[in-house]
């Protein structure tokens, strides 16, 4: 259904990828869209098909892009907070070349192609945000690429818990000293870093033991942020953070303090 409520927050979040000057923030927080409200695990995109003739944008909840093996077997090759275009890869194409679903309950944005391209081809500030929105996308599916193919299970474990958390944070969704709860079971994150869900089990629990960080069910708090991210060999060059919001300007030693921390 319609609302009359507009996109601000997301026309705020593309005006830290390009300068827009006023009437191209108005722009794109007046497009006309409608909203549903979709279960966990339901497909937003499917392999194979046509893509909708409107493009959906995530308001709330977390996604995932996935690809599929001939016999089934899942590889998840990115997360998507709100405030992220789901299908703007297809904007152009005409079959889906990999399947997208809702990872949590979420709320969903559906905005026409249409008006999508008319601003991209109308107004250059707007297009130059989309296509550095889009250049940041592949840059964190190679940093995705180099976990699965080159580090090991531990370093795997402990980047995405690193990605993640700076991520939620930049998009609001936890705060400086809060727990982390991590938004995928332990079956999904085997799936994004290519491990068995009971390989993740026993790398979890070892981090854990190792005061990197502490849990508790879905849970997580970072104990310690330093000695995680050099475990996971996480360095956020591939975030591109000087192109984000200037929420990342705290040093990253700062962001999660266990509450008991002296």
Same mark, same amino acid.
């Given at each position: 259904?319609? +609302? ?49 003739? #409107?493009?959906? /944008? /995530?308001?709330?909840?977390? $996604?995932?892009?996935?690809?599929? +093996? ?22 152009? @194409? ?7 679903? +809702? ?6 944005? %559906?905005?026409?192609?249409? &008006? ?16 550095? &929105? ?30 993640? $958390?700076?991520?939620?944070? *930049?998009?609001? /969704?936890?705060? &400086? ?7 995928? +079971?332990?079956?999904?994150? *085997?799936?994004? #870093? ?17 005061? @990197?960080?502490?849990?508790? *069910?879905?849970?997580?708090?970072? $104990? ?7 475990? *996971? %060999? ?18 990253? %030693? #700062? ?8």
């Amino acid at each position: 259904m319609s +609302t009359p409520a507009n996109l601000a927050f997301f026309s705020s979040r593309m005006s830290d990828r390009a300068i827009l000057s006023y009437s191209d923030s108005e722009a794109l927080a007046a497009l006309p869209h409608a909203r549903r409200r979709v279960n966990a695990n339901a497909y937003i995109i499917r392999e194979g098909e046509p893509p909708r003739s #409107t493009c959906a /944008l /995530l308001i709330s909840g977390l $996604a995932f892009r996935q690809k599929l +093996t001939a016999d089934g077997a899942r590889q998840i090759i990115s997360v998507h907070l709100p405030g992220e275009l789901l299908d703007l890869q297809h904007l152009f @194409l005409n079959i889906a070349d990999h399947s997208v679903q +809702t990872l949590t309950e979420a709320v969903i944005a %559906d905005i026409a192609r249409d &008006d999508l391209e008319s601003l991209m081809l109308e107004r250059p500030a707007i297009a130059r945000a989309f296509w550095v &929105d889009s250049l940041i996308e592949a840059s964190i599916f190679r940093e995705w690429v180099l976990s699965v193919g080159r580090r090991d299970a531990r370093a795997r474990i402990a980047h995405i818990l690193c990605e993640l $958390a700076v991520r939620m944070r *930049g998009a609001g /969704l936890i705060g &400086d000293s809060e727990n982390f709860v991590l938004p995928m +079971t332990q079956e999904q994150l *085997g799936d994004a #870093t290519g491990l068995t869900s009971v390989h993740v089990n026993r790398t979890i629990k070892a981090l854990a033991a190792e005061g @990197l960080i502490k849990h508790s *069910g879905r849970s997580i708090m970072i $104990a310690n942020w330093k000695a995680l991210s050099q475990v *996971g %060999d996480f360095n956020p060059l591939y975030l591109h953070l000087d192109q984000v919001s200037p929420r990342f300007a705290v040093p990253m %030693d #700062t962001l999660f303090v266990s509450p008991d921390a002296s």
